[in-house]
């Protein structure tokens, strides 16, 4: 099984930036795929990005400019880097990985809300 704790939510002001963290544990060696989620008050659960355990960075059309997906595997770590942040970024973000077994696991959430 793989554990999820992402981190790095909270208060931002148009225009401004945060980097959450997904920080994996347990059976790390079989993630394949990590990726960042998010839902919105009312809204579905949407792809933001994804990573793969080699580096490949994939975004979501809406995504692409703004957003940063990265990974440090010394920390079993997944960034976020999200710049120019607008209110409609405003919530829910979830760090999910795929792993070799195609299992899949989710992080409890962190919550990131743009606001003036």
């Known amino acids: 099984q793989v554990q999820l704790v992402e981190s790095g939510g909270g208060l931002v002001q148009p225009g401004g930036s945060l980097r959450l963290a997904c920080a994996a544990s347990?059976?790390?060696?079989?993630?394949?795929?990590t990726g960042w989620y998010r839902q919105a008050p009312g809204k579905q659960r949407e792809l933001v990005a994804t990573v793969t355990s080699s580096g490949t960075a994939n975004y979501a059309d809406s995504m692409k400019g703004r957003f940063t997906i990265s990974r440090d595997n010394a920390k079993n770590t997944v960034y976020l880097q999200m710049n120019s942040l607008k209110p409609e970024d405003t919530a829910a973000y979830y760090c999910?990985?795929?792993?070799?077994?195609?299992?899949?696991?989710w992080g409890q959430g962190t919550q990131v809300t743009v606001s003036s």
């Open positions: 999910r990985v795929f792993t070799t077994s195609a299992s899949t696991y």
């Open positions: 347990g059976s790390i060696r079989s993630i394949a795929v």
